[in-house]
């Protein structure tokens, strides 16, 4: 079956949003050493500790430049709370999906929208 392996965030300013995703997810990233325009690299971690899927922040070079991925956290009220702290909206009021979890789409700083997830037991 296939995995999303990479995922790319747009932004307008990279540093600030670099900032909000380290601080929201507490993600590791760092500035790609090589290349001719500003990246940056995350690295991100699954609940068992290893490795997670990894991404980039690069400049916006397009106005409708966006991809939504669905990040699972532990609690959706919190992070909905540091959403907003950290200077993103919440787009749709959060959902429940039957016998799965909740579900909420966001904005980041940057305008790109991102959905939050909370998995039931």
């Known amino acids: 079956m296939a995995s999303i392996i990479?995922?790319?965030?747009?932004?307008?300013?990279?540093?600030?949003?670099?900032?909000?995703?380290?601080?929201?997810?507490?993600?590791?990233?760092?500035?790609?050493?090589?290349g001719p325009k500003e990246y940056y690299l995350i690295e991100t971690l699954a609940k068992t500790g290893e490795k997670g899927v990894g991404g980039g922040i690069a400049?916006?070079?397009k106005t409708e430049q966006q991809i939504t991925n669905f990040i699972e956290v532990d609690s959706i009220d919190e992070?909905?709370?540091?959403?907003?702290?950290?200077?993103g909206e919440i787009i749709d009021s959060k959902s429940?999906?039957?016998?799965?979890?909740?579900?909420?789409?966001?904005?980041?700083t940057e305008g790109n929208i991102f959905g939050l997830m909370e998995m039931v037991n």
Not at 6 to 29: M, P, Q, T
Not at 80 to 87: A, C, D, N, P
Not at 96 to 108: A, E, Q, S
Request: proline share 2%.
């Open 79 to 87: 992070a909905i709370s540091k959403v907003k702290e950290l200077g």
């Open 59 to 61: 400049k916006r070079q």
């Open 6 to 34: 990479h995922f790319n965030i747009s932004a307008e300013d990279v540093l600030r949003a670099k900032k909000f995703y380290e601080k929201l997810f507490g993600w590791k990233i760092e500035k790609f050493p090589k």
């Open 96 to 108: 429940i999906i039957d016998n799965t979890g909740f579900i909420v789409r966001c904005k980041d």
